[in-house]
């Protein structure tokens, strides 16, 4: 009897989990209030919720740390984030269970703001640090470790392990901010991918 070479996938790998899904409607409902709110609106948000050097170090409001990384004002990178919620982070969360996945989200949301917002203090810039990408990219790293010979297919696309993976997005993080030049991304990318590690 030959066996198929065909490998049926596991329906229940391509459910969110809850910890997972919870973050993924507080960022995508956040951010869509914000989004479909008029200026005077998204100018009182902003003013408690979103971190900047400022905001955080000089007017003591350390709560944005936490409030940031669940809006994200860019369209696309909130499909992005969304989408990595739904595809890779669920894999983390099966992993350690729900109780220490949120301790993972949360100390690399939390240590990127902090990096980026002492980045801009110190650079004297004042980007505000927004949206889940240093933790989806602190995710990544986790996942190359985890699962580092494990076989991924990018997308459905590029088969590659689960290392290359990490190493492939550890050099487009790096090839965005370096081109970019945006060093208070970067700072809050490097704290999250070394909470991540």
């Known amino acids: 009897m030959r066996r198929s ?7 229940n790998q391509l459910r969110i989990t809850p910890v997972a899904l919870a973050v993924l409607f507080a960022l995508a409902g956040l951010s ?3 989004g479909l709110s008029g ?28 409030t940031g990384p669940l809006l994200e004002v860019r369209f696309v990178s909130l499909l992005f984030e969304c989408l990595m919620l739904w595809m890779l982070m669920p894999r983390l969360e099966r992993w350690w269970g729900p109780r220490r996945f949120l301790l993972f989200v949360g100390a690399t949301a939390i240590a990127a ?3 980026g917002t002492l980045a801009g203090l110190a650079l004297d810039r004042p980007d505000a640090m927004l949206g889940l990408n240093p933790t989806i990219v602190a995710g990544t790293i986790a996942f ?13 696309v590029l ?3 689960g290392r290359a993976f990490m190493w492939g997005m550890i050099a487009l993080t790096t090839l965005f901010v370096l081109i970019g030049q945006e060093w208070t991304e970067g700072a809050a990318m490097a704290a999250a991918m070394l909470v991540g590690a």
């Open 144 to 156: 190359g470790i985890l699962y580092a010979r494990q076989p991924v297919q990018f997308f459905g």
């Open 39 to 66: 200026e005077p609106a998204q100018a009182r948000m902003a003013g408690w919720l979103v971190p900047t050097p400022d905001v955080v170090w000089r007017q003591g409001k350390v709560w944005t740390l936490v």
């Open 159 to 161: 088969p590659m392990t």
């Open 32 to 34: 869509m209030v914000y």
């Open 113 to 115: 703001s902090v990096a």
């Open 5 to 11: 070479s065909f490998v049926q996938a596991d329906p």
